[in-house]
């Protein structure tokens, strides 16, 4: 299983970005995939995470601002991510193959990306 993650990059405050994880060697029935982040000297935490089945899960710091979606053809993970704030700043991850509904314990994860940088500056 690879997972490589696009999208990332700076932006100002209010602004908007869209990350995207290419997944090969996987499927999604293997379980949830999910984003995380991790901020420096921060844990990693889960940002949002999609079940096969479509049902998702975000963290309260991004609800209303961040969706989660999958295309399936494409198997590809995207994140949109609006009115981006300074608190968004981090390393975001793509992570697959949780076989515990919409968890955001990394360690449930056996599969992750090597992560895109997001900035939020003005």
């Known amino acids: 299983v690879q997972l490589v993650e696009s999208g990332g990059g700076s932006v100002q405050p209010g602004g908007s970005l869209r990350l995207s994880c290419a997944a090969s060697g996987y499927t999604y029935a293997r379980g949830c995939m999910a984003w995380f982040r991790q901020a420096p000297g921060k844990e990693r935490e889960g940002v949002a995470a999609i079940a096969s089945d479509g049902d998702t899960r975000y963290a309260d710091s991004v609800k209303g601002r961040f969706t989660i979606s999958q295309d399936n053809a494409k198997n590809t993970l995207n994140l949109q991510m609006n009115s981006l704030t300074p608190e968004d700043t981090a390393m975001y991850y793509c992570?697959?193959?949780?076989?515990?509904?919409?968890?955001?314990?990394?360690?449930?994860?056996?599969?992750w990306g090597q992560g895109t940088q997001v900035t939020v500056s003005s």
């Open positions: 992570a697959a193959g949780c076989l515990v509904f919409l968890t955001f314990n990394p360690s449930r994860y056996p599969y």
